[in-house]
């Protein structure tokens, strides 16, 4: 079974910055796809930034483009989110996603991804 580990969370006041990471531990993410999303108590899970490992084609939700960047690491299996000018709005338990189908989208990786346990941040107004 896939193992997926994320860190990085914290609290910081609106405007800072946050870095989150991941890494699946057992399969090859070499033509993927991999991704993070994000809850808010009472909220559903939302798609916040996906990227398909083989060619770094990526997506983003609207809410995020232009203050998150979402990046692999040298190991096809590591995956960061920047995370700049955050908002009160964008405290959530965010959750890594690995999935060994490429499409990337986003009810296939609901779907067929393997999932972290999740780290949590906090934003302060």
């Known amino acids: 079974q896939e193992e997926v580990v994320e860190s990085g969370g914290g609290s910081v006041q609106a405007g800072g910055s946050l870095r989150l990471s991941c890494t699946a531990s057992?399969?090859?993410?070499?033509?993927?796809?991999m991704g993070w999303f994000r809850q808010a108590p009472g909220k559903e899970r939302e798609a916040v930034a996906r990227t398909r490992t083989s060619d770094g084609t990526t997506y983003y939700a609207d809410s995020v483009k232009g203050r998150f960047t979402i990046s692999q690491g040298n190991a096809k299996n590591t995956l960061y989110l920047q995370m700049n000018s955050l908002k009160p709005e964008d405290a959530a338990m965010y959750y890594c996603a690995a999935d060994p189908d490429p499409t990337c989208g986003v009810l296939s990786m609901f779907l067929t991804a393997y999932w972290g346990q999740g780290t949590k941040v906090t934003v302060s107004s």
């Open positions: 057992k399969y090859s993410y070499d033509n993927a796809c």
